[in-house]
């Protein structure tokens, strides 16, 4: 890997970092507001929101510009929800304008890999972004809960300009402007992410003709043997992930009775078992077997119900990192198989677009779901068995799936594996 890489690494775990902060800052906002638990997973909702709506754009647009450019928009962006939160406009709606930048952010940070890296280097180099992005989770709900942290946020909040008043008064706003200030530094590291050299894909005249486009590439990843099952996997795992998110801070406040600070703590110990598995598994699992890791999900879902019997911390961070490991061996392959066939089916931009429109469109659906839940007053040690079985079962189903597709279409699944074994042998 050369330099130019490890800049666009940089700035994917900058960007990532405060993405991550920005969500336990934001909680601690509500919480502020004194707002009912079952809003707050809304968070999500409203920054996922933007990835389903604009999906049939924003890939479009990231093929449109060099993917250094489209990525220094998006933090910019960025910045401006903070700026907007800090400027005491409702939560949710600023942190919508946060996934606006991230969505635009996301086909320009993944179609940059295909456009920059020969595809024999696509698991190494996602096993790379997906552990660094881990790392950045880590360290994002870790940061986030400093910030926040009685100690942390009186040591910020008496830093004083004189005769200028900020308007900053509370841990959640001294959080957001620091988080603010991080997001600039991705985008300083944005300016020096290098062309690729890849012609640009001029915009669809009309609207319209984005949306069938769009919808057309939909069609096509899907209908592919290989890429409806990576596709099926990523948009499931995903949905999950986010759901994850919540379902630790609820659980670690019943069982361990953690306040939010140390609960995020507890979700970076998750992130830090992702990035362990992404690192595995980009050393050891090739592009063509990808599909041999699906059953690691369906054990992942069934561990998930373990929290269940867990009431002390030297229990539960084992359990933990084991789910994020699970989680992160299984993930990183199936990624870079769909990036791979999205790449010569419709494009790097579109094809990441579509992944995004499905795996959001999945966290939108199970955050509702998981809301749901709460709002009516079901037990958290139930919403966990739901959840490890649903994933359990989904994932089971996709199995069979691809168990079908191997032995019905068996010559044209053999021909796609062959043909993702000639790149990955390809230096």
């Known amino acids: ?36 638990s079952w809003l707050t997973p809304y968070l999500k909702f409203f920054f996922v929101i933007s990835y389903v709506v604009l999906a049939p754009y924003v890939g479009a647009f990231a093929d449109r510009l060099p993917k250094g450019v489209v990525m220094l928009v998006s933090n910019a962006i960025k910045v ?24 635009a952010y996301s086909p320009a940070k993944y179609g940059i890999l295909t456009e920059y890296l020969p595809h024999s280097k696509l698991v190494v180099a996602n096993g790379w972004i997906e552990g660094l ?6 360290l994002g709900t870790v940061l986030g809960g400093v910030l926040i942290h009685d100690r942390v946020s009186h040591i910020l909040l008496s830093f004083d300009l004189p005769g200028f008043d900020s308007g900053i008064d509370t841990p959640a706003e001294s ?40 919808t057309g590439c939909v069609r096509r990843l899907w209908a592919d043997r290989l890429g409806q099952i990576s ?11 986010a759901t994850l998110q919540f379902i630790v801070i609820e659980w670690s406040r019943a069982s361990l009775g953690y306040d939010l600070s140390r609960a995020s703590m507890l ?28 059953p690691l999900g369906i054990g992942m879902g ?3 119900i373990l929290m269940n019997v867990v009431q002390t911390v030297w229990l539960a961070v084992p359990l933990i990192i084991l789910i994020g490991a699970l989680a992160g061996y299984f993930v990183v392959p199936m990624n870079a198989l769909l990036q791979h066939r999205g790449h010569h089916l419709v494009g790097a931009g579109r094809s990441i677009a579509v992944q995004n429109f499905n795996e959001n469109a ?21 919403v966990i068995t739901i959840f490890g079985l649903l994933v359990a079962g989904t994932m089971t189903l996709v199995q069979l799936w691809f168990n079908y597709n191997r032995r019905v279409h068996e010559a044209e699944v053999e021909q796609l594996l062959a043909f993702a074994r000639a790149e990955d042998r390809h230096l």
Not at 231 to 241: C, D, E, K, P, R
Request: glycine share 6%.
């Open 362 to 382: 999945s966290i939108l659906a199970m955050i509702a779901t998981y809301s749901a839940l709460v709002a009516s007053g079901v037990s958290i040690y139930w």
């Open 302 to 304: 069934l561990i998930v």
């Open 231 to 241: 596709l099926a996997v990523t948009t499931l795992f995903w949905g999950a992930g």
């Open 1 to 36: 890997m050369n330099r130019g890489f490890y800049i666009i690494m940089a700035a994917q775990f900058f960007s990532s970092l405060a993405d991550n902060a920005l969500l336990v800052a934001a909680i601690a906002l509500l919480m502020q507001a004194d707002s009912p």
């Open 133 to 138: 992005t881990v790392a950045s989770i880590i």
């Open 175 to 214: 959080a957001i402007a620091i988080i603010a200030a991080i997001y600039v530094i991705a985008a300083l590291f944005n300016l020096y992410i290098p062309r690729t050299g890849v012609p640009m894909k001029p915009l669809p005249a009309h609207p319209l003709e984005s949306l069938r486009d769009f």
């Open 267 to 294: 979700q970076g110990v998750c992130a830090l078992g992702i990035a362990a598995g992404a690192v595995l598994a980009a050393t050891r699992v090739r592009l063509d077997r990808s599909v041999k890791v699906i």
């Open 80 to 103: 401006a929800g903070c700026v907007i939160m800090l400027l005491q406009f409702n939560p949710l709606a600023a942190y919508a304008l946060v996934g606006l930048g991230a969505a």
